[in-house]
């Protein structure tokens, strides 16, 4: 049982609660799916962490294999060598919505290692290109409010993005400079910002990845070892453990009144609106290498 509870709640999907497939591209990186669609030019997907998202669309040149949760493969590689005798030799650049931050010493890093690199340290929760970049979340963690609005004063400030914690910064930021606010008026951000440069309020999708990890790469099985091996690393280097029960703030608005919110456990629904300026919610700042 979480430690508080909401009168709105959303049915999971049924498929957001098996093993996801695996798409492996050419540059490395992985991409945790549900594949929904295969044709001669392009695969479609949902990402695992977002089944309610939108659905994207990666041509299969990019693609050396699926593996599904059943062990069988789909390689493209006959396919990738048939096209590329028409395409530019240039590398196509992986998919991302905005470009990781420069890891410079090219250190591969593991889920749960600890990364302290040029004064940003965390515990590391989500990698791509092999390790090489990737998320950490901060050893700390606070308790605040999403904003300090009464609900007739509540507006939508475009911080609506899914997927990139960065893009609702952005929008906050450009709200704030427009209706001549200031952070404090969202403590949830501006706590993450203190922090220091680059640390960010996460969007709901990579709230939702840190919590996939955190709980061993399974959100269906109740693993307390793998839950108590990430918790044992944020102790280690002084930081306070991730909590299973409460609901942690996402920077990700649904509307002018709610944003959304998730927890660490395994019961879902793993995403909830709940009103910005309500019971207060945990906060975990976030920071890309």
Known sequence: MRRFSFLILFLFPVWGLCAQDLIVKYDESKIEARVLEITLEEVSYKRFSNPDGPTYRLPVTEIRYIEYPNGERDTFQ???????????????????????????????YAIGDLYNVGGVKGIVLHTTDEGRHGLIVSLEETTTRWD?????QA????????????????????????????????????????????????????????????NGDNRTIYDRKARQRINAAFKAHGGKRLDRMMYYYSSSEEDALRVLIGHMDTTP???????????????????KF
């Open 155 to 214: 507006q939508a400030t475009g911080a609506t993005d899914r997927a990139d914690g960065q893009k609702n910064m952005a929008a906050l930021e450009r709200y704030i400079a427009d209706k001549g606010l200031s952070w404090s008026d969202f403590p949830a951000a501006a706590w993450c910002r203190s922090l220091g440069e680059g640390w960010y309020l996460p969007a709901i999708d990579e709230l939702l990845s840190i919590a996939f990890h955190f």
């Open 78 to 108: 006959a396919v990738a060598e048939e096209s590329a005798k028409s395409l530019p030799a240039e590398k196509p650049l992986p998919e991302t919505t905005t470009p990781p931050t420069e890891n410079s010493s090219a250190e591969s």
């Open 269 to 287: 629904p793993y995403v909830e609106p709940y009103k910005k300026n309500g019971i207060t919610c945990l906060v975990r700042a976030v920071h």
């Open 148 to 152: 300090t609005f009464e609900k007739e």
